[in-house]
């Protein structure tokens, strides 16, 4: 009976293991689809700035950016580092996409004497099931992994 008992704790014992494993793959399939879904949309966004011809100096369109927050550090490209353009996410389970352009928010929203010329809006609005792929393949691919 105390051999039983032992291997049953036993058993137990390594599960947390196991569950620590597959966190850890989980969360690491999320931080990938989580810059996936960053690069995606900064993308889709500084073409549609084109697209909606808010385009005179190209300023907008190169600041666009992302952030996403890995290894309990923030993990941003070149000009979210250089001016801060986007908020770091505080949870590793958020991107962020955004310029620090000053009037990046009038030509998405418009103004009294200006239409809306959405651009960052419509780059999620437009992609939401390609998103949610991302999602769907980096977890697949990480339950994989984890077998």
Same mark, same amino acid.
């Given at each position: 009976?105390?051999?039983?008992?032992?291997?049953?704790?036993?058993?137990? &014992?390594?599960?947390?293991?196991?569950?620590?494993?597959? *966190? %850890?793959?989980?969360?690491?399939?999320? !931080? #990938?689809?989580?810059?996936?879904?960053? =690069? $995606? $949309?900064?993308?889709?966004?500084?073409?549609?700035?084109?697209? =909606?011809?808010?385009?005179?100096?190209?300023?907008? #369109?190169?600041?666009? %950016?992302?952030?996403?927050?890995?290894?309990?550090?923030?993990?941003? %490209? *070149?000009?979210?580092?250089?001016?801060?353009? @986007?908020?770091?996410?505080?949870?590793?389970?958020?991107?962020?996409? &955004?310029?620090? @352009?000053?009037?990046?928010?009038?030509?998405?929203? &418009?103004?009294?004497?200006?239409?809306?010329?959405?651009?960052? #809006?419509?780059?999620?609005?437009?992609? #939401?099931? $390609?998103?949610?792929?991302?999602? *769907?393949?980096?977890?697949? !691919?990480?339950?994989?992994?984890?077998?």
């Amino acid at each position: 009976m105390a051999v039983q008992e032992f291997g049953k704790v036993r058993a137990v &014992g390594k599960r947390p293991i196991q569950d620590n494993m597959a *966190a %850890t793959i989980i969360r690491q399939s999320m !931080e #990938r689809a989580l810059e996936a879904v960053g =690069v $995606l $949309l900064e993308k889709v966004a500084a073409r549609n700035v084109r697209e =909606v011809g808010a385009i005179d100096t190209g300023r907008l #369109r190169g600041s666009i %950016t992302h952030a996403t927050k890995a290894e309990g550090r923030s993990a941003v %490209t *070149a000009p979210a580092r250089q001016r801060d353009a @986007v908020h770091r996410p505080s949870s590793k389970f958020e991107v962020w996409i &955004g310029t620090n @352009v000053e009037y990046a928010p009038h030509v998405e929203y &418009g103004t009294k004497k200006m239409t809306a010329r959405p651009y960052m #809006r419509p780059a999620l609005d437009n992609n #939401r099931k $390609l998103v949610r792929k991302l999602f *769907a393949d980096a977890l697949a !691919e990480g339950f994989q992994r984890g077998k």
